[in-house]
């Protein structure tokens, strides 16, 4: 299969050490030989940190996300050291430049490209630009919930949600439900328009990436 792979910066550098790249590498270069594998990596606290200096600098919105996109770069470039020669050893800046580098046939491991939007969105624009098979968002929660799982005790796990419903609940249409901070509204556009097959599920345990892979039902299925 052809896979993108989103990993959220607040799974990888949850504890501020090399363990999680670690792991990642490891099962990514497991599956390289069945699948192409397109990695799509955030920007977590780090990227959040320096957000905020800019802003005390008064730095305007977009050049804030040109510091996130810079830190989300550093993230890939640090995960294309644990997977040495089975990825190509170069973060692409835009699209054109991934599917150029994919031609080496090597895991490719990207940050964001521009302002406006975070890495939720660029990989869901990348499964679009490559038709991805499948798209697997790795988060910081089991997936989605019908209510922010931080805040409210009996939130319960969303095992399949219509790409509408989603939209639905994203935007805040959804009263019942109540809306929390959970996905870029940019990417589920994207997984709209192209029925992106997708996964949300829980980054903390790398292994899901290779459930989700193999056919389990894990975290949260975005159905059409
Ligand atoms: P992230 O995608 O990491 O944002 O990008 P996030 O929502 O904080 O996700 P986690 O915590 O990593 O899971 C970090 C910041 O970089 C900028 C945005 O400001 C974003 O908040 N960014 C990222 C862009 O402007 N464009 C991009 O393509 C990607």
């Given at each position: 299969?052809?896979?993108?792979?989103?990993?959220?910066?607040?799974?990888?550098?949850?504890?501020?050490?090399?363990?999680?790249?670690?792991?990642?590498?490891?099962?990514?270069?497991?599956?390289?030989?069945?699948?192409?594998?397109?990695?799509?990596?955030?920007?977590?606290?780090?990227?959040?940190?320096?957000?905020?200096?800019?802003?005390?600098?008064?730095?305007?919105?977009?050049?804030?996300?040109?510091?996130?996109?810079?830190?989300?770069?550093?993230?890939?470039k640090i995960l294309l050291i644990g997977?040495?020669?089975?990825?190509?050893?170069?973060?692409?800046?835009?699209?054109?430049?991934?599917?150029?580098?994919?031609?080496?046939?090597?895991?490719?491991?990207?940050?964001?490209?521009?302002?406006?939007?975070?890495?939720?969105?660029?990989?869901?624009?990348?499964?679009?630009?490559?038709?991805?098979?499948?798209?697997?968002?790795?988060?910081?929660?089991?997936?989605?919930?019908?209510?922010?799982?931080?805040?409210?005790?009996?939130?319960?796990?969303?095992?399949?949600?219509?790409?509408?419903?989603?939209?639905?609940?994203?935007?805040?249409?959804?009263?019942?439900?109540?809306?929390?901070?959970?996905?870029?509204?940019?990417?589920?556009?994207?997984?709209?328009?192209?029925?992106?097959?997708?996964?949300?599920?829980?980054?903390?345990?790398?292994?899901?990436?290779?459930?989700?892979?193999?056919?389990?039902?894990?975290?949260?299925?975005?159905?059409?």
């Amino acid at each position: 299969m052809r896979i993108v792979i989103a990993i959220g910066g607040s799974v990888l550098l949850n504890d501020y050490d090399y363990k999680k790249f670690q792991e990642y590498s490891e099962i990514l270069k497991s599956l390289y030989k069945e699948h192409e594998l397109f990695v799509v990596v955030g920007g977590g606290v780090p990227a959040r940190d320096y957000i905020n200096i800019v802003r005390g600098l008064n730095g305007g919105e977009a050049i804030c996300d040109d510091i996130g996109i810079e830190v989300t770069r550093i993230n890939a470039k640090i995960l294309l050291i644990g997977l040495g020669e089975f990825a190509y050893q170069k973060v692409p800046h835009n699209f054109q430049e991934a599917i150029e580098y994919s031609s080496s046939e090597k895991i490719i491991v990207m940050g964001g490209t521009e302002p406006a939007h975070s890495t939720d969105a660029v990989s869901a624009i990348l499964a679009e630009y490559i038709k991805a098979d499948l798209l697997i968002n790795l988060t910081s929660v089991n997936g989605m919930y019908d209510k922010d799982p931080n805040k409210f005790e009996d939130a319960e796990l969303i095992s399949k949600i219509t790409v509408e419903e989603m939209l639905d609940f994203i935007s805040g249409k959804d009263v019942k439900a109540g809306t929390y901070e959970f996905f870029d509204m940019t990417a589920i556009q994207m997984i709209k328009r192209s029925s992106i097959r997708t996964v949300i599920a829980n980054g903390y345990t790398p292994k899901n990436l290779l459930k989700i892979i193999n056919g389990e039902n894990i975290g949260t299925t975005i159905t059409f």
